[in-house]
C-alpha cells in the first residue's frame, strides 16, 4: 500500500472546480433480481484518498461527502445537489498522514463536525462545522504513536459524543472525553490487544447499555468490551478470519440480537459472528464468506428493503467490490463483484439521491479517485384490495396524497392520515387505520392478502370511527424521536367482506420511512 508522493503542492483540484459525476455505460447488477446498482461514476480528488464521511454538511437536505487524502494532508468536502452531482467545497488542510473519518454533532449546535485521525503525526483533529458550509481550521488533539481508528460514540454517559482511537502499533484504546461544547480531553489510553484495527459500538446482550467489539488484527480475534452501566469490562475474544480490520455491529438473521461483522484481508474473506448472548456475551461458531482478493471493509447495506440487511465488501487487491445479498434469517448468497478503480480502501453507504434506498461510494487508493453507484432498485408497491376506500397522508402541512405511498419523514414531523369512500360504498361503517412500525431491511410480511404486518415491531391503531363519515375522516400526529431508521406502515380498512379479502377492505399501505 505504499505509493510515491506524486503531489507535493496538494489537492489537484482548483478551489471553483466543478465536479458533474458522468455515469458509466455499464450494465446493472443483479443477484437474485433483487441487488440492483448502476454503473460506477468516478470523481477524480486528490492523492490516496483514504477516509470517507457522509452527512448533510450544508444543511440543503442531501448527503455529502468528505473525503481524507493521505498524501496531500487534506480532507476535501464534495457538496451533493441531491441527484449525485457533486461540486467541490472546502479543502481543509491536517497535520500529516489523516486517515479514519466520522462525522457527528460533537458541539450540539444541530450540524454535524467532522473528527478523523492523522496517524503520521499522532493526533486526532476535530473540524467544527460553522454552518453555511465553512468549517473551522483543525484542532489538533495529539493521542500518542501510531492513531488508525476511531468512533464516536457517548461513553460517559452525559449526552454528548466522546471519541475512542484505536492506537496500532502500541496496541492500545485511547478515550477522549467532550464537554458537549466540542471541547476535548484525553483521558488515557489502555491495553486492549494485539494489532488494534477497527472498534464499533451496539447493545450485544440487550441490557440497554451499548457494548464495544474491536478488530485485533495481530490475534486474528475480535475482543469484545461488555458495558455493565458503570464501565466497559473485557468479555472474551472471538475467533474471525486472517487480520481483521473492520467491524459492523447489526441483527443479520431477525432474531433481535446484534450479530458481528468483519472483513479479513489475509484470508479473503468475511467473518459473522451470530449472536448467541445470555446474561453472558456469546457467539456461535464463526461464519465465513469468501469475498474477492483482500477485503479491507465490509458495510450494511439496505438495498431491496427486503429480506434483511445485506453486506458489502471493498476488496484491495481485487480492484472490486463484493455484494452479498441475505436470504432473510442470515444466510447469504454468493458474491457478486463490481470492478471499480484501483485499490479500493474504503466504503460508504448512504442515499445520495434521496430516493430512499442506500447507494455505494467507494475510495479508491491508487487511482486517485472516488467512484459512486446508483442503487436502481424498484421502490416496494404495498397494494390493498382495490375497494372504494382510499388512504391519503402528507407531512408538515403538505395536502395528502393517495399516490405518494412512500414518504421520508424526519423525528418529530406531523404526519396527517385521511381515510375517505369517495363513492360512499364504505360510508356509515366501522373503519379506522392501523399503523406499525418495522426496520426497513424487515419489511411486512402478508398473512391473509394485502394486510402489511410484520413479527417485528409494535403496532396500534391511530385512527377509529364506528361510522365513516361522508366527508372522511382524519388524524394528526408527531413521528417520534427514534435512535435509529425505522419505518411506519400506514393502512385503511373497513370491516366489510369484499371479494378480494372475505374479512375486510383494505387501502394501498403507505410506508413512512424515518431517518433521524
Same mark, same amino acid.
Given at each position: 500500500m505504499n505509493k510515491p508522493h506524486t503531489n507535493p503542492t496538494g489537492i489537484g483540484l482548483g478551489s471553483g472546480t466543478v465536479l458533474l459525476l458522468m455515469f458509466l455505460c455499464l450494465p446493472a447488477v443483479a443477484v437474485g433480481q433483487q441487488l440492483r446498482f448502476e454503473g460506477a461514476g468516478l470523481l477524480p480528488v486528490g492523492n490516496g484518498p483514504t477516509g470517507l464521511a457522509a452527512s448533510d454538511f450544508n444543511g440543503d437536505g442531501s448527503v455529502d461527502l468528505a473525503v481524507s487524502h493521505v498524501f496531500d494532508n487534506a480532507i476535501v468536502l464534495l457538496h451533493n445537489d441531491g441527484s449525485m452531482n457533486f461540486s467541490l467545497g472546502q479543502i $481543509? !488542510?491536517?497535520?500529516?498522514?489523516?486517515?479514519?473519518?466520522?462525522?457527528?454533532?460533537?458541539?450540539?449546535?444541530?450540524?454535524?463536525?467532522?473528527?478523523? $485521525?492523522?496517524?503520521?503525526?499522532?493526533?486526532?483533529?476535530?473540524?467544527?462545522?460553522m454552518g453555511g458550509a465553512v468549517f473551522a481550521s483543525p484542532i489538533v488533539i495529539p493521542v500518542g504513536l501510531d492513531p488508525v481508528n476511531l468512533v464516536a460514540e457517548d461513553f460517559d454517559s452525559d449526552g454528548d459524543l466522546d471519541i475512542m482511537v484505536l492506537n496500532n502499533l502500541p496496541n492500545q484504546l485511547t478515550a477522549i472525553e467532550n464537554d458537549g461544547s466540542g471541547n476535548f480531553t484525553v483521558l488515557g489510553s489502555s491495553f486492549i490487544g494485539i494489532l488494534p484495527t477497527a472498534i464499533a459500538f451496539g447493545d450485544l446482550d440487550n441490557d440497554g447499555d451499548r457494548d464495544a467489539v474491536v478488530t485485533l488484527g495481530g490475534q486474528n480475534q475480535v475482543v469484545v468490551l461488555q458495558n455493565n452501566g458503570t464501565a466497559l469490562v473485557p468479555a472474551g475474544t472471538f475467533t474471525t478470519g486472517l487480520f481483521p480490520v473492520s467491524v459492523e455491529i447489526v441483527d443479520l438473521d431477525h432474531d433481535h440480537k446484534l450479530d458481528v461483522v468483519t472483513a479479513n484481508p489475509a484470508s479473503d474473506d468475511v467473518t459473522i459472528l451470530y449472536n448467541s448472548s445470555g446474561s453472558q456475551i456469546s457467539f456461535l461458531s464463526p461464519v465465513s464468506i469468501m469475498a474477492s482478493?483482500?477485503?479491507?471493509?465490509?458495510?450494511? $447495506?439496505?438495498?431491496?428493503?427486503?429480506?434483511?440487511?445485506?453486506?458489502?465488501?471493498?476488496? /484491495?487487491?481485487?480492484?472490486?467490490?463484493?455484494?452479498?445479498?441475505?436470504?432473510?434469517?442470515?444466510?447469504?448468497?454468493?458474491? !457478486?463483484?463490481i470492478y471499480l478503480g484501483l485499490n479500493p480502501i474504503n466504503v460508504l453507504v448512504a442515499d445520495l439521491d434521496n430516493d430512499f434506498d442506500d447507494d455505494i461510494v467507494v475510495a479508491n487508493f491508487t487511482s486517485d479517485d472516488i467512484s459512486v453507484l446508483r442503487n436502481t432498485t424498484p421502490t416496494p408497491a404495498y397494494p390493498g384490495t382495490n375497494e372504494d376506500l382510499i388512504l391519503s397522508s402528507g407531512v408538515n402541512g403538505a395536502t395528502p396524497t393517495a399516490t405518494d405511498t412512500i414518504k421520508k419523514v424526519n423525528e418529530l414531523d406531523m404526519v396527517t392520515v385521511e381515510?375517505?369512500?369517495?363513492?360512499?360504498?364504505?360510508?356509515?361503517?366501522?373503519?379506522?387505520?392501523?399503523? !406499525?412500525?418495522?426496520?426497513?431491511?424487515?419489511?411486512?410480511?402478508?398473512? /391473509?392478502?394485502?394486510?402489511?404486518?410484520n413479527d417485528f415491531g409494535f403496532g396500534a391503531i391511530v385512527l377509529q370511527t364506528t361510522g365513516l363519515a361522508p366527508t372522511g375522516e382524519s388524524i394528526t400526529f408527531q413521528i417520534p424521536p427514534a435512535t435509529i431508521p425505522l419505518s411506519v406502515m400506514l393502512q385503511g380498512a373497513s370491516l366489510t367482506p369484499t371479494a378480494a379479502n372475505g374479512v375486510m377492505a383494505l387501502t394501498d399501505a403507505h410506508e413512512l420511512r424515518i431517518r433521524n
Open positions: $481543509i !488542510q491536517t497535520p500529516l498522514n489523516p486517515g479514519a473519518l466520522t462525522a457527528a454533532d460533537f458541539d450540539g449546535d444541530g450540524d454535524d463536525d467532522i473528527a478523523g $485521525i492523522c496517524r503520521g503525526a499522532g493526533s486526532l483533529i476535530y473540524v467544527e462545522n482478493d483482500a477485503p479491507v471493509g465490509a458495510k450494511v $447495506i439496505d438495498h431491496d428493503h427486503a429480506l434483511g440487511y445485506d453486506l458489502v465488501a471493498v476488496n /484491495f487487491d481485487g480492484l472490486n467490490i463484493s455484494l452479498m445479498n441475505n436470504d432473510g434469517v442470515g444466510g447469504f448468497s454468493a458474491p !457478486q463483484n381515510l375517505l369512500s369517495p363513492n360512499g360504498t364504505f360510508n356509515g361503517l366501522f373503519s379506522g387505520v392501523g399503523a !406499525q412500525a418495522f426496520l426497513p431491511a424487515f419489511p411486512p410480511l402478508q398473512p /391473509f392478502p394485502n394486510l402489511y404486518l
